[in-house]
T-cell receptor, first 115, second 117 residues
Framework: AQSVAQPEDQVNVAEGNPLTVKCTYS??????LFWYVQYPNRGLQFLLK??????LVKGSYGFEAEFNKSQTSFHLKKPSALVSDSALYFC?????????????FGAGTRLFVKA | DADVTQTPRNRITKTGKRIMLECSQT?????MYWYRQDPGLGLRLIYY???????NKGEISDGYSVSRQAQAKFSLSLESAIPNQTALYFC????????????????FGPGTRLTVL
């Protein structure tokens, strides 16, 4: 079955330290991979995506993610965390499905950045 | 978020009532989606529509129905609400044109918090 896993419900990091939010996937074919962020009382906002090309993708707010095909991972990273990065982060994969494609979301990881 | 709007933003209702959640978009996208968000479960797809004449069930469509009134409008109905439909509901849009570059990125509304008592 096609799936997306975010193994950590919550990640805690001190402001100024690097952060990593993990994502692994299990899909057939070549997936499109996404990260979205959800701030309190808001809808999800697109952060970055990998479709093809360079495995390191840069996105909004200083975030980046690395596509690792052999490990089927797409971890989200930032060199120096800000308190304002505290939010709920979702990994998503667009994969082939019966009749076309569909987007599968992970369960989400809550990031807390402490001042 | 202003490109995709949802009404109402909050709704409390009773078991057995019929509820309609509305979504409008000004992005000009053909594709629209309805998701529900529950803690620890992420987003689950209820229904999606790739154009006005195309409606498809998602993974959790039981107890829900939809209507695509126009390219810009996609409504979700709960025919007879039950307490386990208490959740946060999101509408989203995407544009398949230039899919190779957009990857079918989705754009979300602000959500509707529904409570069924």
């Amino acid at each position: 079955a096609q799936s997306v896993a975010q193994p950590e419900d919550q990640v805690n990091v001190a402001e100024g330290n690097p952060l990593t939010v993990k994502c692994t996937y299990s899909v057939s074919g070549n997936p499109y991979l996404f990260w979205y962020v959800q701030y309190p009382n808001r809808g999800l906002q697109f952060l970055l995506k990998y479709i093809t090309g360079d495995n390191l993708v840069k996105g909004s707010y200083g975030f980046e993610a690395e596509f690792n095909k052999s490990q089927t991972s797409f971890h989200l990273k930032k060199p120096s965390a800000l308190v304002s990065d505290s939010a709920l982060y979702f990994c998503a994969v667009r994969a082939r499905n019966t009749g076309g494609f569909k987007t599968i979301f992970g369960a989400g990881t809550r990031l807390f950045v402490k001042a | 978020d202003a490109d995709v709007t949802q009404t109402p933003r909050n709704r409390i209702t009773k078991t057995g009532k019929r509820i309609m959640l509305e979504c409008s978009q000004t992005k000009g996208h053909d594709r629209m989606y309805w998701y529900r968000q529950d803690p620890g479960l992420g987003l689950r797809l209820i229904y999606y529509s790739f154009d006005v004449k195309d409606i498809n069930k998602g993974e959790i469509s039981d107890g829900y129905s939809v209507s695509r009134q126009a390219q810009a409008k996609f409504s979700l109905s709960l025919e007879s609400a039950i307490p386990n439909q208490t959740a946060l509901y999101f509408c989203a849009t995407s544009d398949p044109r230039g899919e190779g570059s957009s990857g079918d990125t989705q754009y979300f509304g602000p959500g509707t918090r529904l409570t069924v008592l």
